[in-house]
């Protein structure tokens, strides 16, 4: 059974820091890219950052440019997002995603809410 278990989420004062991870089972995780999703009240999905099968290529959405760091660890079948000076804007359900050319899964979220 396939699952992506997203934790580390919670509640982080402006400036703050929060380290997510999604923990994977049941497929081949070194086959997959991974992605952190965004979704924030009353918004669409928005892609975050992005991490290719072996690690070797990363790439992230201007809005977390130089603050958020996206890596993985293919021997524990893991994947983490370190989120630095954060900003209420940051506020949302952090998803993760697992996708190659025949399949894609998702994980169930893990709620950051930044907030003074």
């Known amino acids: 059974q396939v699952q992506l278990v997203e934790s580390g989420g919670g509640l982080v004062q402006p400036g703050g820091s929060l380290r997510l991870s999604c923990a994977a089972s049941g497929f081949t995780f070194g086959n997959y890219a991974m992605s952190w999703y965004r979704q924030a009240p009353g918004k669409e999905r928005d892609i975050i950052a992005q991490?290719?099968?072996?690690?070797?290529?990363?790439r992230y959405a201007d809005p977390v440019k130089g603050r958020f760091i996206i890596s993985r660890d293919n021997v524990n079948n893991t994947m983490y997002l370190e989120m630095n000076r954060l900003k209420p804007e940051d506020t949302g359900v952090y998803l993760c995603?697992?996708?190659?050319?025949?399949?894609?899964?998702w994980g169930q979220g893990t709620q950051v809410t930044v907030s003074s």
């Open positions: 991490i290719s099968s072996t690690g070797g290529i990363r």
């Open positions: 995603h697992a996708q190659n050319l025949y399949s894609e899964y």
